[in-house]
């Protein structure tokens, strides 16, 4: 039983335009939601997240939407750059007494310059 | 620097011979874990560990062994490995907040191939 979703396994985009990526999760206890970024031969590293409380987060050129109601999350890369290229990870944390993190399948993003 | 440090990168065995791949955290942290990734189906959590000589079971423990002696160490053991335990095998830390909603720091990754 998948809880988080990666519908998308792949997306092309063209460069300087916007990169959304999308999650959808069936547990309305998860506390908090994460993106994870992992380019080939290394580990995933953290990129953003957002509060269960909270509907946006934004650093930089990524911004993170939640959106409770329909157990959706969303990645936003504006603009976005060929570097950016990489399988994108959605993640959520669930605490009850102790903290589980569950993963999505992933999304390869591919930036064309 | 900062960082989780696994070995080895890669790894070919054969069915039946244990191993173990290290892993080892320089940041202090008490939560550590391992994650195994296959194609189609993302990152799931075979063991982890929130303190020392605390470990429990993730999605997928079957066929693997864990131990947490020191709090920087973390080592994944195959007592006799399977062919259905080829895969890329992540270990990942993070200091543990109730609520806090920690990120993970991961290693880069060990390639397992079990003939």
């Known amino acids: 039983d998948q809880q988080v979703k990666q519908n998308s396994p792949s997306l092309s985009v063209q460069e300087g335009r916007i990169s959304i990526l999308n999650c959808d999760y069936t547990n309305s206890m998860f506390d908090y939601f994460l993106w994870y970024k992992k380019y080939p031969a290394e580990g995933p590293t953290f990129l953003i997240s957002?509060?269960?409380?909270?509907d946006k987060n934004e650093d930089g050129r990524f911004t993170v939407f939640l959106n409770k109601s329909a157990k959706h999350l969303s990645l936003h890369i504006v603009p976005s750059q060929p570097g950016d290229s990489a399988v994108y990870f959605c993640a959520a944390i669930i605490y009850s007494g102790t903290y589980k993190y569950i993963f999505g399948t992933g999304t390869r993003l591919k930036v064309l310059a | 620097e900062a960082q989780v440090t696994q070995n080895p990168r890669y790894l070919i065995t054969v069915t039946g011979k244990k191993l173990t791949v290290t892993c080892s955290q320089n940041?202090?942290?008490?939560?550590m874990s391992w994650y195994r990734q296959d194609p189609g189906l993302g990152l799931r959590q075979i063991y982890y560990s929130m303190n020392v000589e605390v470990t429990d079971k993730g999605d997928v423990p079957e066929g693997y062994k864990v131990s947490r002696k020191e709090k920087r160490n973390f080592p994944l053991i195959l007592e006799s490995p399977s062919p259905n335990q080829t895969s890329l095998y992540f270990c990942?830390?993070?200091?543990?907040?109730?609520?806090?909603?920690?990120?993970?720091?991961f290693g880069s990754g060990t390639q397992l191939s079990v003939l």
């Open positions: 957002i509060s269960s409380i909270k």
């Open positions: 940041m202090n942290h008490e939560y």
């Open positions: 990942a830390s993070s200091l543990e907040r109730v609520g806090g909603g920690e990120k993970l720091f």
